[in-house]
């Protein structure tokens, strides 16, 4: 145990030779130690001295001598006197070897006795039978000199009671009212030790302190069997300890005072005082009275000394601070705070018997929280709340969407403005084809603006079967072949899901190679794009040609307000309106509406971005390879221009016009109003005096495009503008030569006006002679380098050129955008699969969130293998300042 104080392991046998206490003798474990020493140290018995006196006194030494021969037994003789008492005789290692540990850490040390004087027996102490010492004397002063556990000569019993109890008595003498109770029994009877769990009623008086030591004295003989079987083990282990504990005492000349400890204590006294409140009163002199939380009650002194017994780390510091307290106090009974007088301690049990008695709830509201006890509960609260929202989010709020079933496997329903329409479904979505947006533009309504379907008469009666495509508005094919029907208002939706949660963004494509036909042209609506991307796509028809812009005095006339002109615009200004409605109805957001416009379509998303008509029905556009030269003649002008078209038709009212057929309007169409491919600007070619189909008609545009952009009023849209860098590539220009050499390259710009300005050879250097760096020329003349400089005038607007080249040409022609967009695009090799994966995130990005990404935006881009903000305006820069472009830009 570590608790109590032992000699070695193997202790001295006495011998005869007893009468010279002065010598020295060795022991079996170590050298030898003067008696003369050991005899300074021992505890003079006379009456009313002190410790310190009885080590000086010689009448002190004698009778401890005496009692040695006397056969008598010492125990824990301190090591700092016999550590003095080496340094002396030259002989402080040897005997720092033998002597045995001390748990006071104070100067006097204990001496070996001599072996022929007297033998010497291990203490044996019961379990649990020490408080740790700091909890009872840290105020305690510590005593200058002690001798054995109890601070006293301990000797054997030999039926001499009397003088036992005299020796003590004498011991102890000038500690008034302090008297040690008597025994009987052996060596373990004449053992002086406390019992923890005895009861020591409280006194101030002599009587009632000798009361309280011969109580406790009673309880610890049931403890003396006990503590021999315990401590025996424990013997051969305090033996190598105390050497190695004797050296570091024996080293300090002078001793320091131990600084109170206050560790363990404090640990244990904080979480007991904040559940069991002290409410003992303090006694006389200031002291408290015994506290329950420090154990000094007599129901708890037995579980705190029990569990400071299971720390063998402690062992030699705890006993060292009891045996201080007992040289200090005569005994360790009255290392113990005590009351004064009985009526405390009934007190005291009481108040502990009350704090036992005490519900949970009334310790839990006297318990106080700590900045740690605070932290844990309320991560507690913080978790169990994050808990109750992902539960209530999951089952409670979770509810399925509102999506419309799905019939036979294919078809699905759903309503509009009109009545119910009824889609089908084609690779994972659903296609609404051929729904009408629109009065039919027939008979009285013919060269009329367009009209909403307001009367329940141009409705449908049941569920319309919108499964197939319905027939395009007249127009005339790059080839010459006319097609259409003049009731075409109608528009396809391709949506990947009908439901009225999670609405998706809608993309409006607006498709036309030219203003006279080839619409859709390439713009056509994707159904496993549109489930691949989350986008709605709407494909509106719109008139074309001279059924959607022609602009005549007499249809001016004949109309209120008079105006005549943009038809297709009206077009697409009422689908977009039918939009706004309906679009709800097929899973789309009608505040995420982006114009996706191809050639002439991009020149008509243009005209429309620029129109006050067209205010909150879309938010941004999309415009590829549009034209850049719009009209800026007044209607009257225009109308005036387009007269040859009534003497081709031979018409002279609006009437005749109404009673023509529709081939024979499409007929009497001029061929320099045609489609025309681009190319290098003839030598002689006038800019002035090429059709307009686009006109400043007073209702649609009442502005130029410029103008607009100019004053930065175009109603907040946003614009992304690009083109291609082969966009001229046509098929016309290729088969004019079977093979474009550098010589026909040269001779071909020779011959035009940039041969006229002297630029030929400057351009050359630019482009290269070969057939791609022709159409590169004339591409950035007609298209890009136009469409530049209307970006210069857009603050919102985004420009891009894709340089990607693919085919047996090797050229990005005017399709290689729109056609990875919408995933028609094929590539070949790793370069053309970046670059499709490019220009697909960089598109929908856009139409999803309204905005090029950060790193890219407000930037000219170079879209090849990645987009890039790289492209090189140069040759903009050149045909720019020499008044190339945009003079000669490209007008639908």
């Known amino acids: 145990m570590g608790e109590t104080d032992e000699k070695e392991t193997a202790p001295a046998a006495t011998t005869n030779d007893t009468t010279k206490p002065e010598t020295p003798q060795p022991t079996a474990d170590g050298p030898e130690v003067e008696a003369k020493e050991t005899e300074k140290l021992l505890p003079e018995p006379e009456p009313k001295r002190s410790p310190v006196a009885q080590a000086g006194n010689p009448q002190s030494k004698a009778a401890s ?46 001496n070996k006795v001599q072996a022929e004087e007297r033998e010497v027996k291990p203490k044996k102490v019961p379990a649990g039978a020490f408080k740790l010492p700091g909890f009872f004397n840290k105020n305690k002063d510590k005593p ?117 400890k206050k560790g363990l204590l404090e640990a244990l006294r904080v979480p007991l005082a904040s559940i069991i409140p002290k409410r003992f ?73 009350d704090a036992q008695e005490r519900s949970l709830l009334q310790r839990v509201q006297s318990y106080r929280c700590s900045v740690d006890d605070i932290a844990i509960i309320a991560g507690v609260v ?21 999506t419309a079933p799905v019939r036979d496997g294919k078809y699905i329903e759903t309503v509009t403005n009109c009545g119910r329409v009824e889609g089908i479904l084609e690779d994972g979505s659903f296609a609404f084809r051929g729904i009408p947006y629109a009065v039919p533009p027939v008979g009285p309504n013919r060269w009329k603006a367009a009209q909403p379907i307001e009367s329940i008469e141009n409705c449908w009666n049941g569920t319309l079967k919108a499964h197939n495509s319905t027939p395009v508005c007249w127009q005339i094919y790059a080839d010459g072949k006319v097609d259409g029907a003049e009731d075409c208002l109608t528009l396809d939706v391709i949506t990947p899901h009908v439901r009225y949660d999670n609405p998706l963004p809608v993309v409006v494509l607006v498709g036309a190679e030219s203003f006279t036909g080839d619409s859709p042209g390439k713009l056509r609506p994707s159904t496993r794009y549109a489930r691949a991307r989350d986008v709605i796509f709407v494909r509106p028809n719109f008139r074309l040609n001279v059924f959607g812009f022609l602009a005549l005095e007499q249809l001016t006339k004949s109309t209120h307000p008079p105006t005549s002109g943009n038809y297709g615009l009206t077009d697409l200004i009422v689908a977009l309106k039918w939009i706004q409605l309906n679009i709800p109805h097929f899973g789309g957001d009608p505040k995420s509406v982006t114009l996706f416009g191809h050639r002439a379509g ?34 009257a002008e225009s109308e ?111 011959e035009s006006v940039v041969g006229r300005l002297g630029l030929t050879e400057e351009a050359l250097r630019r482009y290269n002679a070969t057939y791609q760096g022709l159409v590169a020329m004339v591409s950035d003349i007609r298209t890009i380098c136009p469409l530049l400089t209307i970006t210069q005038k857009l603050q919102s607007s985004q420009f891009y050129v894709v340089s990607q080249t693919g085919g047996e040409l090797g050229i990005a022609d005017v399709d290689s955008d729109v056609q990875a967009i919408l995933g028609r695009y094929e590539p070949k090799t790793p370069e053309q699969r970046r670059y499709v994966s490019a220009i697909q995130q960089l598109f929908y990005h856009y139409v999803s969130h309204g905005e090029i990404k950060h790193e890219l935006r407000k930037k000219l881009l170079d879209i090849g293998q990645d987009a890039l903000p790289t492209y090189n305006t140069d040759n903009c820069l050149f045909w720019i300042k020499n008044d190339v472009v945009p003079r000669y830009a490209r007008l639908d």
């Open 144 to 260: 200058k000199e002690a001798d054995g556990a109890d601070n006293e000569l301990l000797e054997k019993h030999g039926g001499e009671n009397g003088g036992e109890a005299k020796e003590k008595a004498a011991a102890e003498e000038g500690k008034p009212g302090e008297e040690k109770p008597k025994r009987t029994g052996g060596f373990f009877a004449n053992l002086k030790l406390r019992n923890p769990f005895a009861k020591k009623p409280a006194a101030t008086d002599a009587t009632g302190e000798a009361a309280a030591d011969k109580e406790a004295g009673e309880e610890e003989e049931k403890d003396e069997v006990t503590a021999e079987a315990t401590d025996k083990p424990a013997d051969a282990e305090a033996a190598g300890d105390a050497a190695e504990e004797k050296k570091p005492a024996a080293e300090g000349d002078e001793p320091e005072v131990q600084a109170p």
């Open 65 to 110: 001598s005496e009692n040695v021969a006397n056969g008598e037994e010492i125990i824990n003789i301190p090591e700092e006197a016999l550590a003095d008492g080496a340094d002396k005789d030259g002989k402080k290692d040897a005997a720092a070897t033998e002597q045995e540990p001390t748990e006071t850490g104070k100067p006097d040390k204990p």
């Open 382 to 402: 913080i978790f169990l709340i994050l808990v109750a929202l992902i539960i209530a989010f999951t089952f409670v709020g979770k509810s399925e969407p509102i």
């Open 602 to 635: 991009g020149t008509i998303v243009t005209a429309l971005a620029s129109s006050n008509k067209t205010s909150k029905l879309f938010a941004r556009t999309w415009i590829s390879s549009g034209a850049a030269i719009f009209p800026g003649n007044p209607l």
């Open 640 to 750: 005036k221009e387009n007269a040859l078209y009534m003497s081709k038709i031979r018409c002279e009212d609006s009437n005749c016009l109404m009673e023509k057929e529709d081939e024979e309007i499409l007929d009497a169409v001029p061929d320099v109003w045609r489609r025309t491919f681009p190319d290098l600007p003839a030598a002689d070619e006038n800019a002035t005096a090429r059709h307009e189909w686009l006109v400043l008609d007073g209702n649609i545009m009442q502005q130029h495009p410029a103008d607009v952009w100019s004053a930065d009023v175009s109603n907040n849209v946003r614009y992304v503008i690009g083109s291609t860098t082969h966009e001229a590539h046509n098929t016309k220009l290729h088969l004019k030569y079977t093979e474009w050499t550098p010589e026909l390259v040269t001779r071909h710009v020779n």
């Open 281 to 353: 009163k303090p006694v006389s002199g200031g002291e408290p009275d015994d506290d329950i939380e420090l154990g000094k009650t007599p129901k708890n002194r037995a579980g705190l000394a029990s569990m400071e017994t299971l720390d063998d780390s402690l062992k030699d510091a705890d006993t060292k601070d009891t045996v201080d307290a007992k040289g200090a106090n005569g005994t360790d009974g009255e290392a113990l705070v005590k009351p004064d007088d009985k009526e405390a301690k009934d007190k005291a049990a009481e108040a502990e018997e």
